[in-house]
């Protein structure tokens, strides 16, 4: 009886041995080293007057028209083999709403530990039509879908900040997996100027989620300006991929959609899904497919009305390159101080200070408070109808948001006039044979970011390195020659919070 009690139990300890094992391997195989990202740009249908109540059938009727649209895309997107897709903030029903306007939109949205697939039970938390029908849309298709609705959640006077019409109000973005289970949500922490009709989470919420091709972290528009949940979600949370949902209006030169989503991803190492609403009147247009060492698909039109589906590959597990010291690399330059020919100029009401660059070649440096940027460049010929100037910003913005800038910049003027020095400019004729830009910034996050003219990314085409560069044969690409219209470079602190983001607008 003792000889077979110890054959059993070391039999049972192989079987446990080999279960682990086993387990392992199956994890191994499922985990998938690239997958298929998708992100659409949506064209969103909503009432000529968003401040007129509706009754819920009237607002369901337009949700409708647009979950109509998302699904043609959310379709071809599955039928070319996409593991994920991505639409915009407000692409359900629109924007610019009141409390009371925006609630016939919104629908009771649970915790996703209450492991629910809408789909299968669509009346278990209330009358749910827009979540049945995206987890409906995710199961059918087997791709998860990451979509930006409301939520609404009752409150009474035993909470303090329980808004006086007695519910929170939340800007919402829901992810349903391949089966069509609610998987993640998140309420956007950080609201923007006119979004006064939603409610911000009493604490920032740090929302992740794992699958077989990666660990993913989501946050919506405006957030990617704060350090929470933003620069959290990598740092602390480890995420591989960003999902970022976003009514994004674009302001050059420095916060142009598809310039500085594609920074973020440099800046951050991590992949980064960026889907905007499309709607050229408001200058809202840009979206992409960024990886950390470049942009992998993007699109911006303010031409058309029609949305674009935009597909790409993606490294699930993207590498993570040594960080640039920024600050000892500027700090180590030998490039000529100069003080004398600066004057003042403003940027998106910032008040910079630059320098004109007057010769075909040059080391400068221009400072302001703490801040010091250094350039060295040459050009192929210095133009008389095009001026560009080397700034430098230090301060507080207080432009839609209060939060501290450090600012570094190689910028084209509008004109030959040195009073258009930061106004927007889309285009260029001057040709950089190469350029290196530096600051003194006090973070370790740098946000490379590349734009060209007729506001177009560069992929492939520079890197950050310990020293940043960009030379006439790479600028030579399937015929085309690239003309620097901006080199630039932003850093951001916000209360506790340091960013940076050195750009380039090349055009």
Sequence with gaps: MLRKSVDFRMITHQLQTFMVILDLCVLKVSSLDTFIAAVYEHAVIQLSDTLIPVSHEKALTLMNQNLDILEGAITSAAQQGAHIIVTPEDAVYGMNFSRETIYPYLEDIPDPQVNWIPCNDPN????????????CLAKNNSIYIVANIGDKKSCNTSDPQCPLDGRYQYNTDVVFDSQGKLVARYHKQNLFMNENYFNAPKEPEFVTFNTTFGKFGIFTCFDILFHNPAISLVKDFHVDTIL?????MNVLPHLSAIEFHSAWAMGMKVNFLASNIH??????TGSGIYAPDSPRAFHYDMKTREGKLLLSQLDSYPNHPVVVNWTSYASDKNSVTTGNGTFKGHVFYDEFTFLELTAVTGNYTVCENDLCCLLNYTISEKRSDEVYVLGAF???HTMEGRYYLQVCTLLKCKTTNLHTCGESVETASTRFEMFSLSGTFKTKYVFPEVLLSDVQL???EFQEMIILESSAECQQVSGFIYRVNQLSSQFIILK???RASHSILLG
């Excluded at 278990?124 to 987890?135: A, W, Y």
């Design 124 to 135: 278990r938390f209330g009358r749910t039509p827009v979540q049945e029908k995206l987890s």
């Design 244 to 248: 970022f949902p976003t009514a994004w």
């Design 279 to 284: 709607r050229p009147s408001k200058k809202m």
């Design 394 to 396: 230090d301060g507080l």
């Design 458 to 460: 560069a992929p492939g």
């Design 496 to 498: 506790d919070y340091s």
